[in-house]
């Protein structure tokens, strides 16, 4: 496959799924995180591209280069959610 944004996210998402199925590796797609604040969860939810055997945030990105404004927005996911791994992928 070719990289950069060739293909839809969606397309490198699935493929990175297959790959980790066959491997065993647990993950779930698109997970739904909600937001808590003061002890109240908001009414919204961040989807987390992959997370990995509940540990791992993969942000996933078709792009032709990783930039900072999507190495922040995963520091603030890791941050917000508590995950100590995060790697932001380019496809």
Known sequence: M????????????QCLARELQLNDIAFKLEHLQPVEYKGLQLDCSYRIDV?????????LKAVDQIKGIHEAQ?????????HQTGICAQF
């Open 2 to 13: 070719a990289n950069g944004p060739g293909l839809l996210e969606s397309t490198y998402q």
């Open 51 to 59: 997370l990995v055997e509940d540990e791992i945030i993969l942000e």
């Open 74 to 82: 995963l520091l603030t996911y890791m941050k917000t959610f508590r």
